[in-house]
Each structure stands twice: as C-alpha cells, then as structure tokens.
C-alpha cells in the first residue's frame, strides 16, 4: 500500500514535504510519481522517479519541486518549495512495478498502486 503525509495549509512562498510510505504490494516498483488533482480538474503529474534513479518534472514545478526515493526506508518524498496559491490540489503518490515508456511516465492510468492522498493548500 501507499501512505501519504505531510499536507497541509502554508502561505505562498512557503515550503511542504511531502512523504509516501511503501509497503506490500508496491514495494520494490520501478517506478514512482507523485500526481495532483485540484478541485475540478483532471489528476496531473508532478514528478516522477523511473530506472530507480532518473527523475521527471512537470514544467510548472521544475526548479521549486523535488523528488526522492530513501529505498532503506521504503520512502518517496517530494518536496516542495516556493509554493504557489495555484499549487493547491490533493497530492497522490503512485507506483508500478514494471518499467514504462518515456511516452507513459506522466499518464495516470500507467500506474497500478495509489494511495489516498493528502491535501495541500496555498494561500
């Protein structure tokens, strides 16, 4: 399973890491991402994690957001940084265990495990 943690409501310019903890199933996954769906819009990548060491960023979060993987503690963070009001979205982290296409790495319906989400809010 995958849990989230780490959400919540920060002022714009402020700074949130988020934490996704892998455990059963999704353990030892390829490949790992982090989405986000606002209210009203569709689930988009942010980031993602691919060949275990080679990483993705949407455009509107390069260079504020990073992401990491602690595989002794089964652990994907991102963290993030400068945020901005338009941030604001529920954060999800997914995972597949077998490798994807370039063309796949940023598609939601590519990754098999998800976790519940946690909230984040800018202001």
């Known amino acids: 399973q995958l849990v989230e943690s780490g959400g919540g409501s920060v002022q714009a310019g402020d700074s949130l890491r988020l934490s996704c903890e892998i455990s059963?199933?999704?353990?030892?996954?390829?490949?790992v991402a982090w989405f986000r769906q606002a209210p009203g819009k569709e689930r988009e990548a942010v980031a993602d994690?691919?060949?275990?060491?080679?990483?993705s960023y949407a455009d509107n979060v390069r260079g504020r957001f990073t992401i990491s993987r602690d595989n002794a503690k089964n652990i994907l963070y991102l963290q993030m940084n400068s945020l901005k009001p338009e941030d604001t979205a529920m954060y999800y982290c997914a995972a597949r265990r077998s490798p994807l296409p370039p063309s796949d790495y940023f598609s939601p319906s590519s990754y098999t495990y998800w976790g519940q989400g946690t909230q984040v809010t800018v202001s």
């Open positions: 994690i691919h060949d275990e060491r080679t990483n």
């Open positions: 059963g199933d999704p353990y030892g996954s390829q490949c």
